[in-house]
């Protein structure tokens, strides 16, 4: 286990890594500059240490990195470790950073299509959904309810955005991902592929002619189908019309009198509870 460096400079360049977080014209982790993976904390940096993203260094102040060490010791066999002040970090980053621990990952290649249906039997597609912390949530929701994968459709935010792994707890690091091709409207042609697989495409809307949830998820039996992909939109605007008419089916949440909808991480848990329900999980 590689041991750690002190620095007290923040302006030394091995923090480059982690320096302005908080400038969204050149932060590390913008996919244009060096699109970084960063993760924050005590639960999150080891699940970035234990994913398929290659870890360039840990940040931390010296209580937390101790406990890093003595926690997880086989994650860190080769990793360049840098001891701060919460000061010297503070300045880094652009501002407070409380949690007193970080880590740098690259890139990894991102996995085909194919790779995550292939063997799924539940997965959770997105539209347009450009909120950081909305993706991040609909991660740690997927993961929670034992979700297989996703996939984005087009004009969605980058899952690998800071935030987007901080509100997933690093969930996002370890669900597999991929995105369908094409533009706004044609991205959806790729549903074809996934019911030639024998998906049903289920599209979360409060619209006219959905059906309740369940009834969605089951045959003319009332038997759960094997295979679901459960589709939701943007907050607000939720799915295009187009999409939705690329579905096999439109599923409703009941609403209580005077309510429409719910946001969005919270009905796609809702559908994924259905799920899990009728699978007797």
Request: charged share 25%.
């Amino acid at each position: 286990m590689s041991e750690p460096i002190r620095i007290d400079d923040p302006a030394d360049p091995r923090l480059d890594d982690i320096r302005d977080l908080n400038r969204s014209d050149n932060r590390p982790d913008l996919p244009g500059g060096k699109g970084l993976v960063i993760a924050e904390g005590m639960l999150i940096v080891p699940r970035l240490l234990e994913s398929r993203f290659p870890t360039r260094c840990v940040v931390g102040t010296e209580s937390r990195l101790l406990v890093l060490k003595d926690k997880h010791p086989e994650l860190l066999p080769d990793v360049p470790l840098y001891t701060v002040t919460r000061d010297t970090m503070a300045a880094a980053v652009g501002f407070d950073m409380h949690r007193g621990l970080l880590a740098v990952a690259d890139r990894a290649s991102e996995k085909t299509v194919d790779e995550v249906v292939d063997g799924a039997k539940t997965l959770l597609i997105l539209e347009g959904v450009g909120d950081h912390e909305n993706i991040g949530s609909l991660f740690r929701n997927a993961a929670g309810m034992d979700i297989d994968g996703v996939l984005f459709g087009a004009a969605c935010a980058d899952p690998l955005y800071r935030r987007s792994v901080r509100v997933s707890m690093g969930h996002v690091l370890r669900l597999p991902f991929a995105h369908l091709p094409g533009t706004t409207t044609t991205w959806q042609r790729s549903l074809d592929g996934l019911k030639e697989k024998g998906f049903r495409i289920v599209a979360m809307t409060p619209g006219e002619g959905s059906v309740p949830l369940w009834e969605a998820m089951s045959d003319e039996s009332g038997a759960p189908v094997e295979k679901i992909a459960i589709v939701v939109g943007a907050e607000g605007p939720g799915m295009t019309e187009h999409a939705m008419r690329a579905c096999d089916v439109r599923a409703r949440i009941p609403m209580a009198e005077g309510t429409d909808s719910l946001n969005v991480a919270t009905s796609a848990a809702v559908g994924f509870y259905e799920r899990q329900r009728q699978l007797g999980s």
